[in-house]
């Protein structure tokens, strides 16, 4: 996916030209296959990466946008457009010539006709919704990847002493009542960092901890926590 978003980005390789790494064929018919790395308990990862489903349906937007006729298919088990306008913008696309299929994507092959490779793919899933196929050839995957804590997320943590979720996302005090804040006194989180987020909620969120740690430096004075840890040798 984010690839794929330098392939339709102006500043690109291809200066938003669409077209096939492998051969440079422009695609006539693309595939979004969603939920790749997230919500799969075998890969370890069993949440939600909450904006793959939205930046799909905008790149499949962008690709008509480019390319005349092009044929966007995306292939989800839950679309989770959960945010402001969200929904109205699925709808509007699904009416725009997006299609969206229902099921878990089981298989990607190659295509062949006569015993030889066409150059073009075969997608099946499985529970597809009631008159819907069960397979389509395209001429172009993009795998809508999830998020995952950065390598370095262990040794960060422990270089600042913040806790971490069971995800690997560091953990924040409290989910509602201290967003921001963490269980050391002046060490607050913002962004993807805490859990998969969209680019509001990391621009709200990093408000919230800018306003926690200037309310921290406007107090002029800090009272520290008497207690100091001694090694008893005994």
């Not at 595939?31 to 909450?50: I, W």
Request: charged content about 20%.
């Amino acid at each position: 996916s984010t690839e794929f978003e330098r392939i339709l980005s102006a500043s690109g390789p291809y200066a938003s030209h669409v077209q096939r790494p492998s051969d440079g064929r422009t695609p006539k018919r693309i595939a979004f296959l969603q939920c790749v790395g997230s919500r799969d308990v075998q890969c370890g990862n069993a949440y939600c990466s909450s904006v793959c489903c939205m930046y799909a349906i905008k790149e499949a937007v962008i690709a008509k946008e480019h390319v005349r006729g092009i044929e966007p298919t995306i292939f989800f088990m839950d679309m989770r457009a959960f945010g402001k306008d969200y929904e109205e913008f699925y709808n509007r696309v699904a009416k725009s010539g997006v299609h969206f299929y229902h099921g878990k994507v089981t298989s990607v092959e190659a295509h062949r006709e006569n015993g030889r490779e066409t150059g073009k793919l075969v997608v099946r899933w499985s529970e597809a919704f009631y008159n819907q196929p069960d397979h389509v050839v395209v001429d172009m995957v993009i795998l809508s990847t999830g998020f995952e804590p950065q390598s370095d997320a262990a040794r960060v943590a422990s270089l600042f002493g913040i806790s971490r979720s069971k995800d690997g996302f560091f953990q924040e005090k409290h989910p509602k009542l201290a967003p921001v804040e963490t269980a050391t006194g002046g060490i607050y989180i913002a962004g993807a960092c805490q859990s998969p987020k969209d680019i509001p909620d990391t621009v709200a969120q990093a408000g919230g901890a800018a306003a926690a740690a200037l309310s921290l430096i406007d107090q002029g004075v800090i009272a520290l926590d008497p207690t100091v840890a001694q090694v008893n040798s005994t």
